[in-house]
Nanobody, 123 residues
Framework: QVQLVESGGGLVQAGGSLRLSCAAS????????MGWFRQAPGKERLFVAA????????SYSESVKGRFTISRDNAKNTLYLQMNSLKAEDTAVYYC????????????????WGQGTQVTVSS
């Protein structure tokens, strides 16, 4: 299994940008599909974006498409989420997670999870 640690969250004004990172340990990162989820207070955990093992294929939720970009650096065992044009409704705890396959979007399809990083967008 891969162990995951997110960083890069913080407070930003609406329209601003943040870049989240997810550092992975373990030998399987470079062969593992990865994803980002977010969870606002009192709400369910929702899919944000995913990337296949090579980085060649990506997918996004409709709410972030065109504003967020998921990427990975397998040499550094790190996953990224570049978030631009942030909105107040993007406020949530963001989690990275690992999956056995690319193309899935349900939290139950992902096994390893990080502890989360808080993103707060002020309007």
């Amino acid at each position: 299994q891969v162990q995951l640690v997110e960083s890069g969250g913080g407070l930003v004004q609406a329209g601003g940008s943040l870049r989240l990172s997810c550092a992975a340990s373990g030998r399987t990162f470079s062969s593992t599909a990865m994803g980002w989820f977010r969870q606002a207070p009192g709400k369910e955990r929702l899919f944000v974006a995913a990337i296949n093992w090579s980085g060649y294929s990506t997918s996004y939720s409709e709410s972030v498409k065109g504003r967020f970009t998921i990427s990975r650096d397998n040499a550094k065992n790190t996953l990224y989420l570049q978030m631009n044009s942030l909105k107040a409704e993007d406020t949530a705890v963001y989690y990275c997670a690992a999956s056995r396959q690319f193309g899935v979007t349900g939290p139950r399809d992902f096994g390893s999870w990080g502890q989360g990083t808080q993103v707060t967008v002020s309007s």
